[in-house]
């Protein structure tokens, strides 16, 4: 802060303060001196002196101002270099083509989240500039998060529905069918909307054979998905069990029937056991709740016509079955009386036995025709039989001897055909035509040519 200081004359006196000033000199004698009023006090302002700050002194007082500058902004930017640690808070930068700035989101604003945070999102963020003392570095304090071009509820039901769909949430292969007719029907709805009246009227005036169940809900604001979901298990622990289940509201904002595409709601119905018809909002309406359902009813008005037959459309097909059918049935029966004169009139049924007679004769002259077949046979086999024996004994070397022929073996059984072979002594044995004859070999003459 700059110094003041006065600045007064060198004498001090009880007159008014002044300054003497000495008179010429000269032989004359010397005056008395004059008195001159002194100037006015004249203020001086001199250098302040330097402020000194410590780090934390000037740390503190940066924070000071960006918070007081800087409070309740909107940046937009693009996302990178996520970081989520254990405590939930969330880390990134947020920047664009020239400049960046870091930015955290505190857990309780990242648990009001709609949508994933990705890296490369164009985003628009709402928050607060703050300082870190401890690194002397500002950053965005994020308190809300909103997607470039693009509402946060839409964002989150995409990246939900493409998460979902590559799990298999909803491929149509899973979905099941309604049944013809059904006995037990639950509605998780809220029991005072006008979802549930026009439901209940609907099936009144359609088929009133059926037993209706309403399992209460918030289908709307917080807690609302923790209760559908509450009511889709409880529907499916019922005893007797329920034939259809259906799950729905009346229309509204993206943001009132946002709980019909929260995660847990989503997988509780493909979880059903019981066959569920998604009747959620108006025909434009489309939530993640009618994609895995096994049917999607545009309307709660809909859902109560997809499940449950007319009575009065039933009784005039039933008109019509039955007139086709009575219409069927006597051109059936003209039909077979005609078929039925056709056979009267053939001859096996107006002269029966002439067909037994015939057969008759036709297997005595088959039977006669294989006696002379078999016994032609039986001849034809005998002679051949007997030709070959003939053969055969005319080949047989016995019967030389009916010519008065023998056969000498020795006692080996080998037949002797030269005399050279034999031996003084030896034991022959002769075969004749009737008997055998045993001889000794007393000489052997010697061969002549």
Request: glycine share 6%; aromatic share 4%.
């Amino acid at each position: 802060m700059p110094v003041k200081r006065w600045l007064f004359s060198d004498e001090d006196d009880d007159e008014t303060p002044g300054v003497s000033v000495p008179a010429a000199t000269s032989a004359e004698p010397e005056p008395a001196p004059t008195k001159i009023a002194a100037p006015a006090p004249i203020e001086i302002e001199l250098p302040p002196e330097p402020l000194v700050l410590s780090v934390s002194q000037l740390n503190a007082a940066i924070q000071g101002t960006l918070q007081a500058e800087f409070s309740s902004i909107s940046v937009s930017g693009e996302i990178s270099e996520i970081s989520r640690p254990h405590s939930g808070h969330v880390y990134f930068t947020l920047k664009d083509d020239s400049a960046q700035v870091r930015a955290i989101l505190w857990r309780t604003s990242a648990q009001r989240l709609k949508f994933e945070l990705e890296e490369g999102q164009q985003v628009i963020c709402r928050g607060d500039i703050d300082v870190y003392p401890p690194r002397g570095t500002y950053q965005l304090v994020v308190k809300q998060i909103e997607p470039q071009g693009i509402g946060a509820l839409q964002l989150a039901f995409r990246q939900l529905q493409l998460r979902l769909a590559a799990e298999g949430l909803f491929n149509p292969a899973r979905k099941r069918q309604l049944p013809r007719f059904p006995r037990r029907i639950g509605f998780v709805t809220s029991p005072s909307g006008a979802a549930i009246h026009d439901f209940v009227q609907v099936i009144r005036r359609r088929f009133k054979g059926v037993q209706l169940l309403v399992i209460p809900a918030k289908v709307q604001g917080q807690g609302a998905a923790a209760e559908i979901v509450r009511g889709i298990q409880l529907a499916n622990r019922l005893r007797p069990s329920l034939d259809v289940l259906v799950v729905g509201r009346g229309g509204g904002s993206i943001e009132d029937l946002w709980c019909f595409n929260e995660e847990p709601v989503v997988r509780a119905i493909f979880a059903s056991r019981v066959p569920v018809v998604s009747a959620v909002g108006h025909e434009i309406d489309v939530t993640l709740a009618d994609l895995v359902a096994d049917v999607r009813a545009l309307t709660p008005t809909e859902a109560a016509e997809r499940v449950v037959p007319s009575a009065t459309e039933l009784r005039e097909q039933l008109n019509v079955v039955a007139r086709r059918m009575k219409t069927s049935l006597a051109t059936q029966l003209i039909s077979a009386r005609r078929h039925l004169q056709l056979l009267a009139s053939r001859r096996v049924l107006t002269h029966p036995l002439d067909r037994i007679h015939e057969r008759a004769r036709r297997l005595d002259e088959l039977s006669s025709n294989m006696d002379q077949a078999i016994r032609r046979k039986v001849k034809r086999q005998r002679d051949s039989l007997l030709a070959t024996a003939a053969r055969l004994e005319s080949l047989s070397p016995l019967q030389v001897l009916t010519r008065g022929y023998s056969v000498t073996q020795r006692s080996d059984g080998s037949v002797v055909r030269d005399a050279a072979q034999l031996s003084i002594g030896e034991t022959l044995t002769t075969r004749l035509l009737r008997g055998e004859v045993v001889s000794k070999v007393e000489r052997i003459p010697e061969a002549t040519e």
